[in-house]
């Protein structure tokens, strides 16, 4: 429902063993913990295609099997693109400097 947006307060929602399709929208948690924002969007599915939950902070799939959620920072994407670019660089230079 679009109405959880506006639960500003909100600390825990669990919502696995529902059988609940689609995507469920992003949610902010006050003081959120890796049992917060549980929900069926783990594999194997009971569908074709399992729940979209971007801010689950666990998933559980159709064997009732629990995961928590490794959740990325923008810091850690950006350290990875800035990492690897870095890499390729200096891959890049000593091609360069070895054909001389």
Known sequence: P???VNLSQLEILHLH????QGTVPRLTFKGQTKS???ADCGSPSE???PLDC????MCCN????CD???SQ???GKWASVIFGSAILALFLASTVFCAF
Do not use: A, K, M
Request: with cysteine; charged share 25%.
């Open 73 to 75: 920072t923008n810091f």
């Open 47 to 49: 569908f074709d295609t």
């Open 36 to 38: 917060s924002f549980i």
């Open 62 to 65: 159709s064997q009732q099997e």
């Open 54 to 57: 971007p801010d689950c902070t």
């Open 17 to 20: 063993g529902n059988r609940l």
């Open 2 to 4: 679009d109405g959880l």
């Open 68 to 70: 928590v959620r490794e």
